[in-house]
T-cell receptor
Framework: GQQLNQSPQSMFIQEGEDVSMNCTSS?????WLWYKQDPGEGPVLLIA?????ELTSNGRLTAQFGITRKDSFLNISASIPSDVGIYFC????????????FGTGTRLTIIP | NAGVTQTPKFQVLKTGQSMTLQCAQD?????MYWYRQDPGMGLRLIYY???????DKGEVPNGYNVSRLNKREFSLRLESAAPSQTSVYFC????????????FGPGTRLTVL
């Protein structure tokens, strides 16, 4: 099956720092999604990307659909305490199985 | 608008016991999904229902059954629980069949002893 490698697995940053994380796929995707999961809650959709090269922002969050269609990036600027949580990428390919494949998550912790 | 609701929130079972996890959505969505989340594994699809009256296997269907009771409700049944089924279970829904924008419930944390 398809595999999504998400990195880093965890990040420890100070409030105000910028954050970058990425996902890479073993195959071409035509959709990339980024979700955030707060402790004890279900994932919530942050950004959806549908076109190679697309750059989309949602407040302090910016995500990009890689031009190779095998990767995607999420950046968070000027982190604040409520950014703490687990960030998941998810993707869907054009071929055969069209269900979403999820990455393993990046756990973001803000050090006081 | 409650979105996607799941019951129960927590459950402890003994090996061999059965139980049904309930899920309901009030967004008039066509598709519904059941995922399990294990540490370091991300979300894995168990079963899904692209539309009312249809269900299909996902990535990890063994040991589970589902019922799409109506457009709103999609239940997940464990007939004979095993410790390997200890996990957090999430239900999700999307407006269109296999749609990208899936909305998730709060999850059910299941422990099988």
């Amino acid at each position: 099956g398809q595999q999504l490698n998400q990195s880093p697995q965890s990040m420890f940053i100070q409030e105000g720092e910028d954050v970058s994380m990425n996902c890479t796929s073993s195959s071409i995707f035509n959709t990339w999604l980024w979700y955030k999961q707060d402790p004890g809650e279900g994932p919530v959709l942050l950004i959806a990307l549908y076109k190679a090269g697309e750059l989309t922002s949602n407040g302090r969050l910016t995500a990009q659909f890689g031009i190779t269609r095998k990767d995607s990036f999420l950046n968070i600027s000027a982190s604040i305490p409520s950014d703490v949580g687990i960030y998941f990428c998810a993707g869907r390919s054009n071929f055969g199985n069209e269900k979403l494949t999820f990455g393993t998550g990046t756990r973001l912790t803000i050090i006081p | 608008n409650a979105g996607v609701t799941q019951t129960p929130k927590f459950q402890v079972l003994k090996t061999g016991q059965s139980m049904t996890l309930q899920c309901a959505q009030d967004m008039n969505h066509n598709s519904m999904y059941w995922y399990r989340q294990d540490p370091g594994m991300g979300l894995r699809l168990i079963y899904y229902s692209a539309s009312e009256g249809t269900t299909d296997k996902g990535e990890v269907p063994n040991g589970y059954n589902v019922s799409r009771l109506n457009k709103r409700e999609f239940s997940l049944r464990l007939e004979s629980a095993a410790p390997s089924q200890t996990s957090v279970y999430f239900c999700a829904s999307s407006a269109r069949a296999l749609g990208d924008e899936q909305f998730f419930g709060p999850g059910t944390r299941l422990t099988v002893l």
